[in-house]
T-cell receptor, first 112, second 118 residues
Framework: GDSVTQMEGPVTLSEEAFLTINCTYT??????LFWYVQYPGEGLQLLLK?????DKGSNKGFEATYRKETTSFHLEKGSVQVSDSAVYFC???????????FGEGTQLTVNP | DAGVIQSPRHEVTEMGQEVTLRCKPI?????LFWYRQTMMRGLELLIY????????DSGMPEDRFSAKMPNASFSTLKIQPSEPRDSAVYFC????????????????FGPGTRLTVL
């Protein structure tokens, strides 16, 4: 079945460090890919998305590129801030359906 | 502009009791989703509705769980009887599903209900 695998956390960085959170997927076909962020005590918020190969999603300084050849959608940010501390979820969904399949989530802590 | 509203935000109950979680989706949205989040299993889709009709309930763990959507602005998730292993955060999400089925409609999540069953 379809699945999403994220790098294990937690990830701890200093402010202004470079961030990469790896995400790979297994799916039959070409799903849409998403990154969601969950701040403490809140629900998930869509951070960015990409719907086809080579698309780059970006928002709030975060970027991720849909790589069909490596079935990956790694999340990057050039300079993290303390306010980026949250749990990040990679997810996929097929165009024909509504079901989101989530990865395990990666806890990010950014220290001042 | 109100987002998805869930109530209660926290619920503590004893094993065997009935629990009802409530959700009000964003006005105008036609799809509604119930998720459960635990440390062990991560985020799981329990059930989702399209135009108030249950489309996929394959994630509902067992008969103790039931969900209803009597109208476009309200849904409930009921657990009867509750068990300690039901302790989790339950999220409701809603979206506007396009007729083209592009699959890119964004799901907006509520703040969740943290359920503790003692």
């Amino acid at each position: 079945g379809d699945s999403v695998t994220q790098m294990e956390g937690p990830v701890t960085l200093s402010e202004e460090a470079f961030l990469t959170i790896n995400c790979t997927y297994t799916a039959t076909g070409y799903p849409s890919l998403f990154w969601y962020v969950q701040y403490p005590g809140e629900g998930l918020q869509l951070l960015l998305k990409a719907t086809k190969a080579d698309d780059k999603g970006s928002n709030k300084g975060f970027e991720a590129t849909y790589r069909k050849e490596t079935t990956s959608f790694h999340l990057e940010k050039g300079s993290v801030q303390v306010s980026d501390s949250a749990v990040y979820f990679c997810a996929l969904r097929f165009p024909s359906g509504s079901r989101l399949t989530f990865g395990e989530g990666t806890q990010l802590t950014v220290n001042p | 502009d109100a987002g998805v509203i869930q109530s209660p935000r926290h619920e503590v109950t004893e094993m065997g009791q009935e629990v009802t979680l409530r959700c009000k989706p964003i006005s105008g949205h036609n799809s509604l989703f119930w998720y459960r989040q635990t440390m062990m299993r991560g985020l799981e889709l329990l059930i989702y509705f399209n135009n108030n009709v249950p489309i996929d309930d394959s994630g509902m763990p067992e008969d103790r769980f039931s969900a209803k959507m009597p109208n476009a602005s309200f849904s409930t998730l009921k657990i009867q009887p509750s068990e300690p292993r039901d302790s989790a955060v339950y999220f409701c999400a809603s979206s506007l599903k396009g007729t083209g089925g592009a699959g890119t409609d964004t799901q907006y999540f509520g703040p969740g209900t943290r359920l503790t069953v003692l």
